[in-house]
């Protein structure tokens, strides 16, 4: 029989609740990943020749594989890949659907995988003809549905790349009987160069939002990046990722949904992927594997951010835009909310064109994106139920809903809550029978600058890796960075109830140049925060809207204009506000490198009008699994709220008797798995009005112990007070600790005054709390605090960096090294600032190696080796603890003799005035008496060692330290 653990105390019943909520959330898991079905559905590999242009007797080879249900005839499905993929990237996708009864073909798009050819980006001469010529061969084969003779019963689906060639080929053929295009484009002009002004918006005050011209800013990174895929191997992820987090998920659903082929699908399907190199190997040169006119179409834009008017009609030749007007087939655009890519406005423009032109469009908005993942399980359901629906008559008609997905922050077992709304009809992104609602802002006017060459530029976020920086608080706050001096900001006051966003907000605003207008007007950029009661910021799906104003009056007056902001879904919790920045840089556009300034401001009486749509919230069924890993993650919290509680409520509960005494450490020990002890029953305290110096070699846990003072690790055993509080990771007393850590980092455009004041303000205290002047005069840098970092010397860094630790005049200042790298007259300078600060009356601690430094500066010391304590006390004690004496007399020749004569007295010699002995115990008073009696003047008598000495002989030259 197994032993029985017996749980007892409160950690017991901690313990408890913890494997309670484990196995709730293990049993989740289980439920949902239960109950798998073989797949019906068989595969065959086959190679189809089209042409290589039009007209041309030269053929191009297309990989292509066809999966095939059990019940033939049945309708068919034409499933290209997204860019960067090949065929593999779809096998589940198209897997799913063959197991719904379809007849599905995917194939390599020429250029990529085994398919041979270069790529045209879509081109309709070339992978949009090549698109026909596999609709044919499905109008060929005898287990698809026909409409006539040569006329396949067919739809077409695919993401990004993909979904752009569903709309392309709906445009030119015919044949084509519904769409359901995800995450794509409808110019990619625009999408690659977006702009919302055009100089009509400044010169006649006529705002046109979302308006296009060749002066577009540019999507570097995004740019820069398809560009590459092109470059090289194809991959399997085919431009979607994992799937996106849908409604009843109980964890992140890490599925790549470009990736892993079906268990029904062949051997060959099944091997394929990215490890294969493609049969179109990339020519020489700088193009890879696109032909020279899309090459050159990316180095002119690459080259200054702006593209020439044969690029704009290169991208518009290739995008949906130019075939929208033609398309009449039932057609279900599924857009993601989390992509810096292709946005909300491209599906919009889509919707638009299509419904003009007579067709039937549903609209999905759901969680994912390029940077949020593709459809999940219920979203690829959707889509195979709307095309059963418009290929066979069977199920009930989708209708034209508009459907739109909002994701919480509750998450359970590390998914977000996500819950879909359903509206009567598709609202548009801007206009049409959107709701909107105004939100009063508020801000001076504001001069903003935009450095030389464009750095340091604002950070938004990483195109395509955005959903793993929105998942984690910590990297979002990195992640998104506004420099100072470089953005506008105006906020509105916190909303009584949640605003739900559901579209593009736009707002008005005064750009006015501030110097010389640039060449190409204003460039800038504008995002909309959500922001929380304790200040933490979110920019919802990372996105911005880049804003080109060309021809600024030269005088300076201002010109109006309306920014349409990307669209978003987004709740607005009660309590939290809107902040709207408009800034002069960021990393993922193409900036302009000549510095300019502007000034901006709200248009007088102009309010943020945001959009929201109403709807029903729809759900499918109960979602077990996720209440299941939300009750896990319940109890789990709760088991986490009482430990974190009880630390509280110790780290909150102060020593009477040490509230005065900055830190006392107790028995701290802390060790690591593998036996390994970095501080082994380490005690000592610091007193007022010291300068304590912690000493010991390489491994003896000086960093180790002020890790642990600052609250970053936690003790195996033991603890450490400050001011009488115990330590405790974010403990509330380490407000009242100052510390600098070797390797500081300061803006180098900004002066140090400015970097000072940055980061104070990012510790969101008050102002006048700071005492900027009482640091800066301690740091001694007197008028150089008004110059650029970048023209400040090593040691001028290292005081602002002990001026940064000393803001709020700490109580406590924890220094590791403040002296590395400086030279002799700025190790004095330091070792004079230390000691004005102790002079205040509050405590310096300082870690170092320079131990002649340490013994000029410091007034006590503790000596630690192998994780011990070998020693502590004032220095002159540690100092003098050993036998050796130095005595400066008149008649060193006689005093030496003197001294000889006294029993145990050795090691006599003599340098200069000075007479040195080893007394072995004797008491300097006796010596001195002895050298009197024998008639030898004494000036000055003092221990001979140094804290070097001492040090060595406490932890031993050779390693071998005594206790």
Known sequence: MPRTLELRGRRGRLLTIYLVAAVLVAGGAVWLTSGDEPARFHTQDATIDVAAAPGSPDRVQLDVTLYLPEQTPAPAVLLPHGFGGDKTSVSRDAGELAERGFVVLTYSARGFGHSTGQISLNDPDYEVADASRLVDHLASLPEVLKDSDGDPRVAVTGASYGGALALLLAGTDRRIDAIAPVITYNDLAQALLPNAATRDDVQAGTPSPGAFSADGVLKRAWAGTLFAAGLGVASTSGGTGPDAVEAGDEVDNDDVGAGTASAGASAPAAAGGAQRPPSS???????????????????????????????????????????????????????????????????????RQITEAGGSVSTIWYTGGHDGGGPGPQLRGKIADFLRFH?????????????????????????????????????????????????????????????????????????????????????????????????????????????????????????????????????????????????????????????????????????????????????????????????????AYATPTEPAAFTISLVDGSPLSVPVVPGETVTSGWPAGQLLGIAGALLAAAAVAVVAALRRKRSHKVDPELAGTPMVIEGLTKSYPGGLTAVNDLSFRVEPGQVLGLLGPNGAGKTTTLRMLMGLITPTKGEIRVFGYRITPGAPVLSRIGSFVEGSGFLPHLSGEANLRLYWQATGRPEEKAHFAEALEIAGLGDAVHRRVRTYSQGMRQRLAIAQAMLGLPELLVLDEPTNGLDPPQIHQMREVLRRYAATGRTVVVSSHLLAEVEQTCTHVVVMHRGRLVASGEVHEIVAAGGEATFRVDNPEAAAEALRAVGGVSGVDIEGTLVHADLDGLARSEAVAALVRAGVSVEQAGPRRRLEDAFLQLVGEGGEGSS
């Open 391 to 587: 290929l066979t008559g069977e199920g009930e008609d989708p209708g034209t809903p508009f459907t739109y997905d909002v994701q919480g922050a509750l998450r359970a077992n590390g998914a977000p809550s996500v819950r879909s709304v359903e509206a009567p009809a598709y609202p548009g992104l801007t206009s049409g029978t959107t709701e909107r609602r105004d939100v009063a802002l508020g801000g001076p006017e504001q001069t903003v600058v935009r450095p030389p060459g464009g750095t340091p530029a604002a950070v938004s976020g990483i195109p395509g890796l955005n959903r793993v920086v929105a998942g984690s608080s910590r990297l979002s706050g990195l992640f998104s960075v506004d420099p100072p001096g470089q953005s506008a900001v105006f906020a509105s006051q916190p909303v009584d109830a949640q605003l739900l966003l559901a579209g593009a907000s736009t707002v008005r605003l005064r750009v006015s140049a501030d110097g010389p207008v640039p060449d190409g007007g204003a460039v800038l950029f504008a995002k909309l925060y959500d922001v929380s009661p304790d200040g933490s910021r979110t920019l919802p799906g990372s996105a911005i809207a880049p804003i080109r104003v060309p021809d600024l009056p030269a005088d300076g007056s201002p010109g109006e204009v309306t920014v349409t902001l990307p669209g978003v879904v987004r709740p607005i919790e009660a309590g939290h506000s809107l902040q709207l920045v408009v800034g002069t840089t960021d990393q």
């Open 281 to 351: 190997a990339p020519q020489p040169g700088t193009c890879g594997r696109f032909t020279q006119a899309v090459c050159a179409a990316y180095t002119d834009v690459a080259t200054d951010g702006r593209a020439s008017e044969r690029t704009i009609e290169l991208l518009r030749r290739v995008s949906p835009a130019s075939v929208t007007s033609d398309i009449t087939v039932p057609t279900l655009l599924v857009q993601g909310e989390n992509d810096t890519l292709f946005g909300l406005d491209q599906a919009d423009a889509n919707a």
